[in-house]
């Protein structure tokens, strides 16, 4: 699991754009959106003594927002990459494992967000950047042939930059979320990409996606950042040709 800090909020803005002539995932696109807690929706194995997973519901007037919003990041997608990778995504109120809460994590196939409201913290930009963030870890276990670990990591500054994991580093109070210059320099757009390649390569892909001004302007002044961004690009045209830098780039809001 990827966690995501509940108390910091990505300021990367979600822009909807599909090319013309290309069949990106429309929004109705056929991955259930559940806003409902049930019995099932966490793997069995995050039930058990350690990982503990609890989930509470998400607010019933939250509903109709999680769904559009959801299929508005998922509009940024071929529809058969969706099905391949993607069984469900799940919205609730508020999620803990190890006793502590995330605001996003993904399984195998499914996609968990936490949304609390835009009054929150959990503004459109947050909650789709958080898809984005946790579907890139399906994407990269499922095709991770395709990514270049090796060059990735050498656009570090420092070798073993990276600490244990997402969790270590929300508990170590290292999941600071904003830009900063000092990261930046480093081959990082922010701390929580410290915490480990994945994490790293989902802050990368959060900003690809996001129509963020400020991930490009960090792109640009940053070399080793920038050699992130063209790694991570390879990695997403591997898997569709029409992922590219032009497309990502036509994103900016």
Known sequence: MTPRSLWTVNRASLLLAAALGCQFAPANAGIPVKTRV???????????PG???IAVPLDPAEAVRSARLAQEAMALYPVGLLDANLRAVYFVRQMSFYGVR?????SND??????RGADCGFTDSYVKGTFHHEFSSILLRNYHEKFDAR???AAN???NAYGTNGLEAIKNGRADTVYRARYNAEGFLNQYATASIEEDFNTIAEGLFSGDPDFWRVVDNFPRVAQKERLAVKFYSSLDS?????????LRN
């Open 38 to 48: 049930d019995g099932a929706i966490f793997p069995a194995e995050w039930l058990r």
């Open 51 to 53: 990982i503990d997973a």
């Open 102 to 106: 995330y605001a996003g994590t993904n």
């Open 110 to 115: 499914s996609v968990y967000i936490t949304n």
């Open 151 to 153: 060059a990735w990591a």
């Open 157 to 159: 500054r420092e070798p």
């Open 242 to 250: 029409r992922f590219t830098e032009e497309f990502f780039r036509s």
